[in-house]
């Protein structure tokens, strides 16, 4: 294996991210967030709603500029040029931002667009990528979320978790160092989200870099290899789910658990 | 009666023409007013303020003006700056400043009501400046605009008849030579009519098209 030739106290995590602030106005919504995410770890961010947890998200790829802090991905700072000073001008930051993959809660496909073309759109258009190549990969991934029967569908066709299983086709499309999932299945019907969940599980077993913003206990406690609980914008406790779910440290861990967990 | 639809008959090969020019302005017109429309699109929707503030009052000031005085004013009032354009240009260059910025304003209450979610998708994958307009934004604007686009056609092809009084070979000028030359007005004009109709229902035919493939995108 690759990985092993390489000590992990050498390589960079893929995502660093050292004393994040955010406000909007005077709310306050990151206070000094840091917490990494190695290669192939899975990473849930847990919290209660407000806590921050899709602000956090939406700093890693500069959708919302944070205030303060630094986020390095692969060790290379986001947002600002090599010298951490001058920001990015919009196309510095595009490309950043193509390393990154991105799962939405309202999915976010392109309705103008049919499944296939959703998938290879950014891997022609942003990284410049041979289209038969990417057809091609495209092509294997929908087969993978089990969605090859749709690919010359429109987005407006499929189900909300058909169109979450392409959102997470397309975001794999772009060979993504990190793939961040905001409340993937937040807006799917119950009976819906085991599809998604299935195919995540999957994607952290084969050891994707994975962020994943979630409500879905289950998922955290199988498929991460830690979890980080958000509370007011701050980190709470950072720890294995195994302990977090079973004996967590804090009393405010025990609290979130008794709401979320066990209600 | 049938003697003077004789005589519009056999002056066809002169109503073909008033046609061609008839749809060749239109065609020209819309397609220039589309891409210039998109372009003050992207100026009305700008973030700077005196942008957006300049090419609102462009687009005000033409949607005041009306279009035969606009037609006037191109054709005999642009020379006085040293712009001499013949009738034809005339009537094109009136047509599209006309329609530009009402085609602007068409795909800005358009964009203006986009949904979030895919242009933030877009953002995030890496889209920004002109690929994500071009790609992303306008392409979901034409789908949804296009019945507002379709009807603009229908009112640029009948507004190219006034273009008559500046002497255009435009089929409504061509229809009046003829009726006046031979004096079989009912013939004439109802001819005219005949031939604007069936354009108008060929554009028709266009916007219906263009929204089955709307409707299964959506």
Known sequence: ?263 | MIREFAIVWANSGQLLNGLLNTAGLAVLGMILSVLLGSLLAVLLMARSRPVSLSAQAFVDLFRCVPFLLLAYLVYFGLPSLGLNFDNWTSGLVAIVFYNTAYMAEILRGVWRGLPRDGIEAATAFGFQGWRLFLRIILPQVFLIAAPMMGNQMIQIIKDTAFLSIIAVPELTHVASGIQSQYYVPFAAFLAAVLLYWMICSLVEAGVFAVERLARERR
């Open chain 1, 1 to 263: 294996m690759p990985d092993t030739s390489m000590p992990p106290a050498v390589a960079p995590p893929v995502l660093e991210i050292r004393g994040l602030t955010k406000s909007f106005g005077t709310n306050i919504v990151l206070d000094g967030v840091s917490m990494q995410v190695g290669k192939g770890q899975t990473v849930c961010l847990l919290g209660p709603s407000g806590s921050g947890k899709s602000t956090l998200l939406r700093c890693v790829n500069w959708l919302e500029p944070p205030d303060q802090g630094r986020i390095l991905l692969s060790g290379k700072l986001m947002g600002f040029r090599d010298g951490g000073v001058v920001p990015m001008n919009g196309m510095e930051l595009a490309r950043a931002r193509s390393r990154i993959g991105m799962v939405f809660q309202h999915f976010n496909l392109w309705p103008h667009l049919t499944v296939l073309q959703n998938l290879i759109e950014a891997p022609i258009h942003v990284q410049g990528r041979q289209r038969d190549e990417v057809i091609g990969e495209a092509e294997v991934l929908l087969d993978r979320v089990g969605l090859a029967d749709k690919k010359n569908a429109f987005p407006a066709h499929l189900s909300g978790g058909q169109k979450q299983r392409v959102g997470i086709a397309r975001a794999l499309a772009m060979r993504p160092e990190l793939l961040l999932f905001d409340e993937p299945t937040s807006a799917l019907d119950p009976e819906l989200v085991g599809e998604v969940v299935a195919v995540m599980k999957i994607l952290a077993e084969e050891g994707s870099t994975m962020l994943v913003v979630t409500h879905e206990m289950g998922f955290a406690r199988e498929a991460a290899d830690e979890v980080v609980l958000l509370d007011l914008g701050r980190v709470v406790e950072i720890a294995r789910p195994t302990e977090f779910f079973t004996k967590p440290k804090t009393e405010r861990a025990r609290q979130f658990l008794q709401r979320y967990v066990h209600a």
